[in-house]
Structure formats: structure tokens, C-alpha cells
């Protein structure tokens, strides 16, 4: 089995905060807003690490350009 990258968690967890924001909107409950508050913190902590995975790839691009100089 192919493990996920990051981008596809943040992906797959934008997808389950969408249903459950519609299941929210639908009906108030106190269970659809705490599962739609719980996907955007997923979303959230899943946005930072691949900020981090980007930054991080771009800054050894960046090394490997300046030793291959």
C-alpha cells in the first residue's frame, strides 16, 4: 500500500471538513461543530508541516544550485 504525502492528507482532510461542514450546516448540533471545528485544525496542522516540506525543498534546490556553480 502507498502511504500518503502530505499533500494528500491535506486533501483528504479538506474533503472530510467539507462534509462535515455540510452535515453543520444542515443541522447545528453540537456534534457537527465539533467535528467541523476538528478538520480545520487537521487542516491546519497538515498546512503547516507541508509549508514546511516546501520551504524546506526549495532551500536545498537552492543549495545544490549554488555548489553546482
Given at each position: 500500500?502507498i502511504?500518503?504525502d502530505t499533500?494528500d492528507k491535506?486533501?483528504?482532510?479538506?474533503?472530510e471538513?467539507?462534509?462535515?461542514?455540510?452535515?453543520?450546516m444542515?443541522?447545528?448540533?453540537h456534534?457537527?461543530h465539533l467535528a467541523?471545528?476538528r478538520?480545520l485544525?487537521?487542516?491546519?496542522?497538515?498546512?503547516?508541516?507541508r509549508?514546511d516540506e516546501?520551504h524546506?525543498?526549495?532551500?536545498?534546490k537552492?543549495?545544490?544550485e549554488k555548489?553546482?556553480?
Amino acid at each position: 500500500m502507498i502511504k500518503d504525502d502530505t499533500h494528500d492528507k491535506l486533501t483528504k482532510a479538506y474533503m472530510e471538513y467539507f462534509k462535515a461542514n455540510e452535515a453543520y450546516m444542515s443541522r447545528k448540533s453540537h456534534r457537527t461543530h465539533l467535528a467541523s471545528r476538528r478538520w480545520l485544525r487537521k487542516i491546519r496542522e497538515l498546512a503547516k508541516e507541508r509549508m514546511d516540506e516546501i520551504h524546506s525543498d526549495y532551500q536545498t534546490k537552492k543549495q545544490a544550485e549554488k555548489q553546482g556553480k
